[in-house]
């Protein structure tokens, strides 16, 4: 009653039915059979016609790209060699478990190492960049300079008041890094920022004193003048040049 409700029991069959055969049970191990290596200029063919090769394909594919994440030399065929010892049981691991600790933490530690050094390289050449883009623009005959170096040219002109550094502002912007990178867009919040003149990055204030109300403009910013050589990890890389469409939509004189 409680499975099938006010249903009728099923019809039984009187002929006896022999007692089910208990089925064997069967160990299932990976498969270490060594795969042939393709001979020179031929590529190994990999046949994904079956769910044991696709999920384990995609199992290789998940940790091959955990290992491509690794920024230091990884030694692939003893990568390989050592998965082998862990699931061939007759097969001796190499290491004892306090070893592979110290040595997963040297790879920690290499893997920082060589981390501080990409980002210092990336650093120096963001700096470089940027002083070459800075110094073919301000050619252009349309870019203004202001006086603490923001470069800037003029979308739509202004009619209105000029801010002073004591004064609010209300303005809408789009900021992106020099590749287009967007990391900031009040347009598409739908929502205008107000804030002080002087609560905003350098580059920003020197900006604002220059603009009138109604006005527009497409701004370079330095890093020197923004985030410097900390940036704001991970939307400003160090020492990044900042581009900003700003529009200047009202002035709040300080009272």
Partial sequence: MACGGSKPAPVVNSTPVPAPVEAEKVSVAPDLTPVPEPKQGEEQKVFLDNAVDRYSYALGVDFGRAVSNINVPVKLDVLIDAMRDVLDSTREILMTDSESEAALQDLLNQMQIQ?????????????????????????????????????????????????????????????????????????????????????????????LLEMKVGEKVRAWIPS????????????????????????????FPAK
């Fill in 115 to 207: 981390k501080d050094i990409d980002e210092a390289a990336a650093a120096r050449k963001a700096l470089s960049d940027q002083a070459s883009f800075l110094a073919k623009n301000a050619q252009d005959p349309r870019i203004w300079v202001t006086k603490k170096g923001v470069q800037y040219l003029m979308l739509r002109e202004g009619t209105g008041v000029k801010p002073k550094a004591t004064d609010k502002v209300q303005v809408h912007y789009v900021g992106t890094l020099l590749n287009g990178t967007e990391f900031d867009n009040s347009v598409k919040r739908g929502a205008p920022m107000e804030f002080a003149v002087t609560s905003v990055i350098e580059g920003w204030q020197d900006l």
């Fill in 224 to 251: 020197g003048l923004a985030y410097g050589e900390a940036g704001v990890p991970p939307l400003i890389p160090p020492n990044s040049l900042l581009v900003f469409e700003v529009e200047l939509l009202q002035v």
